[in-house]
């Protein structure tokens, strides 16, 4: 099973409210991903766990959060969803101890902030 | 930004035809990755091309780096209807650092 899977599908949220989004992979993968992808853009790195180490990109540090509570899940938090923040968050996971730097992406949540 | 180009390029072909998509990027890297994304699902990963490779084929696709222009190509021939999706190429922010970086892709329309 090469999947990795997100929920939900779609998420509608108010200004201001929080976010939380959820992705799964059941490759036993040790590195996930999040991306936040806009209409007509590349999709964007936010954050990546690799194990249980998360690093997150510099200009997008304060704006979003993350928890990786074993292998399998991951989660994508905005604490006080912002306009800006309407996007697709797509997922990914990937293997470094086998050295493939595919990336297995999960079909994305689309978030639209009113 | 890694990428030359930051703006969305869209390509509209007939079927049948061959078609080549271009990305230039700016950090020195010896891996690419094109990536393709249908509507309603994430991206796909295509085809991995390293530095010592040069050229790689995959049934109907080819992909070239060349590392002394910091370009990658990736072809296409014989499109089918079904081939339409936006296309990004893909590589490492800084050589091993497992942080992948998109350019901005090409959206390819293949009408039938």
């Known amino acids: 099973d090469t999947t990795v899977k997100q929920n939900p599908r779609y998420k509608l949220a108010r200004v201001g409210k929080p976010v939380n989004l959820i992705c799964s992979q059941t490759?036993?993968?040790?590195?996930m991903y999040w991306y936040q992808k806009k209409p007509n853009q590349a999709p964007k790195l936010l954050l990546f766990y690799y194990d249980k180490i998360l690093n997150r990109e510099a200009d997008t540090f304060e704006k979003f959060q993350s928890s990786r509570p074993n292998n399998s899940f991951c989660s994508l938090y905005i604490g006080s969803a912002g306009l800006e923040y309407s996007a697709m968050y797509l997922c990914?996971?990937?293997?470094?101890?086998?050295?493939?730097?595919?990336?297995?992406f999960g079909h994305g949540t689309k978030l639209s902030v009113l | 930004s890694q990428w030359g180009e930051e703006n969305l390029q869209a390509l509209s072909i007939q079927e049948g035809e061959d078609v080549t998509m271009n990305c230039s990027y700016k950090t020195y890297t010896t891996v690419v990755q094109w990536y393709r994304q249908k509507s309603g699902k994430g991206p796909a990963q295509l085809i991995l091309?390293?530095?010592?490779?040069r050229e790689k084929r995959s049934g109907r696709l080819r992909a070239t780096l060349d590392t002394s222009s910091q370009s990658s190509s990736l072809s296409i021939t014989g499109t089918l209807a079904t081939d339409t999706a936006v296309y990004f190429c893909a590589t490492d922010a800084s050589s091993g650092s497992w942080q992948l970086i998109f350019g901005s892709g090409t959206q390819l329309t293949v009408m039938p």
């Open positions: 490759m036993n993968h040790d590195t």
């Open positions: 091309i390293r530095s010592n490779e």
């Open positions: 990914a996971s990937s293997s470094r101890r086998i050295s493939n730097e595919r990336l297995f």
